[in-house]
């Protein structure tokens, strides 16, 4: 088992730090993950937004590090979430003490019910289970590309191929890739102005 932390992001990360959510009392929230990351559930509360952000939450990511600057694992999108806190009438201590909740406990009811706290629910983070033969490369190629962090069209025809070889010997799904090309137009403009003299479209 190893500990990853998940983070709160305003658009799609490439490392935990970038566009990270920065609301009062924010903080990135551990949890425990097998080697492969296969089979995760996820059902967090993250601290409650005391005061408006202004900022939306866009994607869920999990990554090495509680703190600064680190890798991640996996990034997940959400439903675009507005960081805002909620209406004043429901997140004062005076609110839950008219409502008959004792004074001692107000400031507790304020943190825990009187304002908007992101709930991160994540049913299955990696559903691919990576047998302990397979070569680390085609692991790790396999991992990145689950995490969405992957775009198989970039790697080289070769590599990509050996790739997916080890992941058919090892029986695990390979790497689907959709690959582009671009045309150009040889002929020019003069000769094309020609052709339809002669009545050539």
């Known amino acids: 088992m190893v500990t990853a932390y998940v983070s709160l992001h305003t658009g799609r990360p490439d490392s935990q730090t970038d566009q990270e959510v920065s609301y009062e009392g924010y903080s ?3 949890v425990e993950f097998s080697d492969d990351f296969g089979n995760v ?4 509360f993250f601290p409650a937004v005391l005061k408006d952000s202004g900022q939306t939450l866009n994607y869920i990511a999990i990554g ?3 703190r600064g600057q680190g890798g991640l ?3 997940v999108p959400t439903l675009p979430m507005l960081l805002d806190a909620a209406p004043p009438e429901r997140r004062t201590e005076q609110f839950w003490i ?4 004792p004074a001692q406990n107000a400031a507790d009811y304020v943190q825990k019910h009187g304002s908007f706290c992101p709930h991160v629910v994540i049913c299955n983070t990696d559903p ?6 397979l070569h680390p490369i085609a692991r790790v190629a396999r991992k990145l590309f689950d995490a969405g962090m992957l775009d198989a069209a970039v790697l080289p025809p070769k590599l990509y191929e050996a790739i997916n070889d080890e992941l058919q010997r090892a029986g695990v799904p ?7 090309a671009t045309a150009t137009m040889t002929e020019s403009i003069s000769k ?7 009545g050539v479209e």
């Open 64 to 66: 090495a590090h509680e």
């Open 192 to 198: 094309m102005k020609s052709l339809r003299a002669y």
């Open 28 to 30: 990135r929230l551990p």
């Open 174 to 180: 390979v790497i689907p890739v959709t690959r582009t």
């Open 73 to 75: 694992f996996m990034r």
């Open 128 to 133: 691919v289970v990576l047998p302990k033969d």
């Open 41 to 44: 559930k996820l059902d967090l």
């Open 98 to 101: 008219d409502n008959g909740v």
